[in-house]
């Protein structure tokens, strides 16, 4: 089964601030990954996903980017932070067309 | 546009009591229907899964039902317990080539009080 590492669990950053989430995935190879944001009482927003190393695909224009150097490795990054940049980021996982997608354990992330 | 509407937005209860949570979706043709659970702080955990084909699936306590014609479903939790309270997430898979993007309902909150 796949196990999604996801780090750190909490993080308060000043605007202007560079970002970088980082997000590891065992127990199966080339995944699907995804990054989602969730705020404060709302859904999951997708923001990227990554169907190989080195391809990703940026579902809502933003101050964000990611990148997947390693085939279990996806990181979500920023140069400057800015207040609406705070929530809660998921990792996801998906592997083969009949699974769900595995998700880490979140980084609560506050921009102050 | 693919949608997924939960009710209710948040649902108190008393520990023992049963409660159904519904999802209305309109994504079209669609692969499958899962449910998370989402403690708070914490990423979301599948509880149930659905292709159009299926109209009920238990897990334990939980017990999803489906039905594509009225593209409807519904987590009905069964003697409920303080471990339940959660965020209950409907998510819906497109049934098309490439990437699968699935469509997330924002959740309803369920509190369940001794």
């Known amino acids: 089964s796949q196990t999604i590492h996801q780090w750190p669990a909490t993080l308060v950053q000043p605007v202007g601030s560079p970002l970088s989430l980082e997000c590891t995935v065992e127990?199966?190879?080339?995944?699907?990954l995804y990054w989602y944001r969730q705020a404060a009482g709302r859904g999951l927003q997708l923001l990227f996903y990554s169907v190989g190393i080195g391809q990703i695909s940026s579902e809502v224009p933003q101050n964000l980017s990611a990148s997947r150097p390693q085939d279990r490795q996806f990181i979500l990054s920023s140069k400057k932070l800015l207040l609406s940049d705070s929530g809660f980021y998921l990792c996801?996982?998906?592997w083969g067309t009949g699974g769900g997608y595995t998700f880490g354990s979140g980084t609560r992330l506050t921009v102050v | 546009k693919n949608q997924v509407e939960q009710s209710p937005q948040s649902l108190i209860i008393l520990e023992g009591k049963n409660c159904t949570l519904q999802?209305?979706?309109?994504?079209?043709?669609?692969?499958?229907l899962r449910w998370y659970k989402q403690d708070t702080g914490r990423g979301p955990v599948s509880l149930t899964i659905?292709?159009?084909?299926?109209n009920t699936k238990s897990n334990g306590r939980y017990t999803a039902t489906l039905d594509a014609d009225t593209k409807q479903s519904s987590l009905h939790i069964t003697a409920s317990q303080l471990s339940d309270s959660a965020s209950y997430i409907c998510?819906?898979?497109?049934?098309?080539?490439?990437?699968?993007?699935?469509?997330f309902g924002r959740g309803t909150s369920l509190i369940v009080h001794p």
């Open positions: 999802c209305n979706y309109t994504v079209s043709p669609f692969s499958n």
């Open positions: 127990g199966t190879s080339n995944p699907n």
């Open positions: 659905m292709t159009f084909s299926e």
């Open positions: 998510v819906v898979r497109p049934q098309r080539g490439g990437s699968y993007i699935p469509t």
């Open positions: 996801a996982s998906k």
